[in-house]
């Protein structure tokens, strides 16, 4: 029997999204919660409801490609164990001191560029000796004698990953890889990265610190990898291949060894799938707002576009990618009150595990959703069966409308209101640097979350036009079959999942569809097209 199906599996921070696409176009999907702190094994019973679902045999299925926000997420939080850093002598401090560049030109106190003691505290800062020069000459041959000293600290701290730079590195990578042997002869286990194959570029900063990001991120994305990996190879299913953040896919062990090039996967993918589905002309503006995070990209003639730099949690990434903003602000995001008496959102999320209070897994924290669900903005049961414990939401959010002193009503109203800012100024912002009024743009919602948070979003930031295509919930999943390597990918007519609203009508209003849920607020009005894509209107 010929492969006639492809599978595509996207890892985000509260549910795993899950499409199969035939051969002839037709789609089969779902919505799968993360239970626990597992990585590999709930995307493996993602895939595997979905194909008992849609009735498909492992020799039916020609690929499977995966992409994440996993590490997107790692690095907006920070959570993981710090790595250790070996650099030119005299260059320890560099990855602190970075870049003198103030963007908050009135805040009164400028916060440190890099959370050094979550990345890489200054024990753990090695210097060793050995320079090359401009040119790529040996102008002081590589101290390998200080390696016994770097690597009996670094098994000292139970440090699992270090990153090496040096100077002209990118000119003459010979001292990185004689170090990285050194080092390996005596940490076999010990994940390194190397300046010289991470980023090959001019400026020691930027090389460094994504050298180091890159660093952080390969303990937790190899043991997921090659778990996920294995655990397909045992259902008789294709080799896996992962989304790339620079688009297109890649053999899994080659990101496996450079992690930092998944930093934009999941949303890379999702912002493909809406160029490749998206009717409307004309500059659009993408909004994919999931369990941890919110990104934001822009359409220009209908494709992406690409930067050689990121920014995920104000740390900047020198990597070729889609040219995307993530914020820390998502339906998991803890909400806390400032000194002040003002909200604050994230960054720290409950992710999927506990996951807000109204997922009744035991989390007890505040969050967005727990602020929709007080609302009645969502619906009792979520995609993959998840029922709202509306109560549990309501105790959650309690603390923080008693340091408000408003009822546990206004305090959601309230929580809400300031997601939809924050993320309008992210938008903005954005939009406005690439030269682009978002007046001039349609909204294109798309995530979990995307839909439910839009019209509000579009409201302060000038735009009067949302839509939300139909495979909105799951975009990311099928973005990835639309990758470049693969060729041209059509989609059949599917039943639309709008079939049980009315054809037009007018907020407030909370439309709730298998996988996607959308807010209608008033003064908004909502159509469904001939292509399926719901569109929003702001009235003139």
Not at 25 to 44: F, T
Not at 239 to 247: I, T
Not at 278 to 289: E, F, K, Q, R
Not at 425 to 435: G, Y
Request: hydrophobic content about 45%; overall charge negative.
């Amino acid at each position: 029997m010929s492969a006639s199906w492809s599978l595509a599996v996207d890892m985000g921070g509260t549910f795993i999204d899950a499409v199969a696409l035939r051969s002839d176009g037709h789609v089969a999907s779902l919505k799968y919660p993360r239970a626990g702190r597992r990585l590999a094994e709930p995307v493996v019973e993602a895939l595997d409801r979905l194909c008992a679902q849609a009735g498909i045999g492992a020799d039916d299925v020609g690929r499977v490609v995966h992409g994440s926000t996993v590490i997107t997420n790692l690095l907006l939080e920070l959570n993981e164990p710090p790595v250790a850093l070996v650099l030119t002598r005299g260059m320890r401090d560099v990855p602190v001191l970075a870049r003198q560049d103030r963007k908050d030109l009135y805040e009164p106190v400028i916060m440190p560029a890099v959370p050094e003691a979550k990345l890489f505290p200054e024990p753990l800062r090695f210097e060793i000796g050995g320079r090359i020069d401009a040119e790529g000459r040996e102008v002081e041959p590589l101290e390998l004698s200080a390696v016994d000293a770097i690597a009996n600290a670094v098994s000292a701290a139970g440090v699992r990953a270090l990153a090496v730079g040096l100077l002209f590195s990118h000119r003459n990578p010979t001292h990185e890889r004689a170090l990285r042997a050194a080092l390996h002869a005596r940490l076999p286990g010990l994940y390194v990265s190397l300046s010289s194959e991470v980023d090959p570029q001019l400026r020691e900063f930027e090389r460094w610190l994504t050298t180091a990001l890159d660093a952080y991120a390969k303990p937790l994305a190899a043991d997921y990898l090659h778990a996920l990996a294995d655990a397909l190879k045992m259902r008789g299913l294709p080799p896996l291949r992962l989304m790339r953040s620079a688009g297109g896919t890649a053999p899994w062990h080659d990101l496996a060894e450079q992690p930092i090039g998944l930093a934009m996967s999941g949303p890379c993918a999702a912002l493909q799938g809406v160029a490749a589905g998206l009717a409307a002309s004309g500059p659009a503006i993408v909004l994919d707002i999931g369990g941890t995070s919110a990104d934001i990209s822009i359409l220009l003639d209908g494709r992406p576009t690409f930067t050689d730099a990121l920014e995920c949690g104000g740390l900047p990434i020198r990597q070729r990618c889609a040219d995307i903003a993530s914020i820390g602000i998502g339906g998991g995001s803890v909400v806390s009150v400032l000194p002040g008496g003002a909200l604050r959102l994230g960054p720290r999320s409950q992710g999927a595990w506990p996951g807000p209070a109204a997922f009744g897994l035991g989390g007890d924290l505040p969050t967005l959703s727990d602020a929709l669900c007080v609302l009645d903005r969502l619906p009792p049961r979520l995609a993959g069966g998840m029922v709202l414990d509306r109560a549990a939401a309501e105790a959650a959010l309690g603390d923080v409308a008693g340091a408000l002193g408003l009822s546990v009503l206004r305090t959601a109203e309230a929580v809400v209101s300031a997601a939809a800012a924050g993320m309008a100024e992210a938008l903005k912002t954005h939009a406005f640097q690439r030269n682009l009024d978002p007046a001039d743009a349609v909204l294109v919602a798309i995530g979990g979350g995307g839909a439910q948070h839009a019209a509000e979003i579009a409201e302060l930031a000038g735009m009067r036009r949302v839509l939300v295509m139909p495979h909105a919930g799951v975009m990311a999943a099928l973005g990835m079959l639309y990758s470049p390597e693969e060729g041209d990918v059509r989609l059949a007519a599917s039943e639309s999942p709008w079939d049980s609203l009315p054809p037009q009508g007018e907020g407030p209003h909370s439309l709730f569809a298998p996988m996607t849920t959308v807010f209608v607020p008033a003064g908004w009005s909502w159509r469904v097209m001939p292509d399926q894509t719901l569109a929003l209107e702001a009235k003139a």
